[in-house]
């Protein structure tokens, strides 16, 4: 897993609230045990309107998406992480995440930004102020968001989600860093020969 420390891009509006897992990533992509190539299907059904806000072309790059509350619920599906990861973004910022959604993003390096409701109204407000590409930077030392012209705002984040993505462990990671301790193991508690 890619190890996470800052992303700093173009973000990308969302202005939607209960985003569930089949709409980032319907069921007929589910089918792949790869975690590339599902950026084709990110937003499906809703990237076929050619008013979608990621069909726009300042919105081309963005690696920071933002939207309302709730964002990822619905199924468990881990393929909507990989999509989002493989379309290009790097981090969400929303009020609230569905909890499963936010673990299989921490598990896979990719970074669920809770923000107060007021924070995120500013960002959709700066996105829709702006000309240009509004550009945020998302610093995971210090927890913090911020744009170029002095707003910031503190994210909280549990030390363990932190320690692994700033790291890049994922759970296989986390495992083998315990080889030491699983061989002993196994060492010690032989499997008896079976036919």
Same mark, same amino acid.
């Given at each position: 897993m890619q190890p996470f420390t800052t992303v700093e891009g173009?973000?990308?509006?969302?202005?939607?609230?209960?985003?569930?897992?089949?709409?980032i990533i319907p069921k007929q992509f589910l089918k792949a045990v790869v975690r590339t190539g599902l950026g084709q299907g990110l937003f499906f059904d809703w990237i076929?309107?050619?008013?979608?806000?990621?069909?726009? &072309?300042? =919105?081309? /790059?963005a690696t920071i998406l933002v939207?309302?509350?709730?964002?990822?619920?619905?199924s468990s599906r881990e393929h909507a992480?990989?999509?989002?990861?493989?379309?290009?973004?790097?981090?969400?910022i929303a &009020?609230? =995440?569905? /909890?499963?959604?936010r673990n299989n993003s921490f598990k896979n390096g990719f970074l669920p930004v809770i923000?107060?409701?007021?924070?995120v109204d500013h960002i959709f407000r700066a996105v829709a102020n702006h000309q240009q590409p509004y550009r945020l930077t998302i610093d995971l030392p210090s927890q913090t968001v911020a744009d170029n012209a002095g707003w910031s705002a503190h994210f909280e984040l549990g030390e363990f989600q932190k320690k692994c993505l700033l790291e890049g462990l994922d759970d296989i990671a986390l495992t083998l860093m315990q080889d030491q301790e699983i061989a002993?193991?196994?060492?010690?508690?032989?499997?008896?020969?079976?036919?």
């Open positions: 173009i973000v990308a509006p969302l202005d939607r609230v209960n985003v569930d897992t089949d709409q076929k309107n050619p008013d979608f806000v990621l069909n726009q &072309p300042r =919105f081309k /790059d939207a309302r509350a709730n964002f990822g619920c619905g992480p990989w999509a989002l990861i493989d379309f290009g973004f790097r981090a969400v &009020p609230s =995440f569905a /909890d499963i959604f923000l107060k409701e007021a924070e002993a193991y196994e060492k010690s508690h032989p499997v008896p020969y079976r036919l």
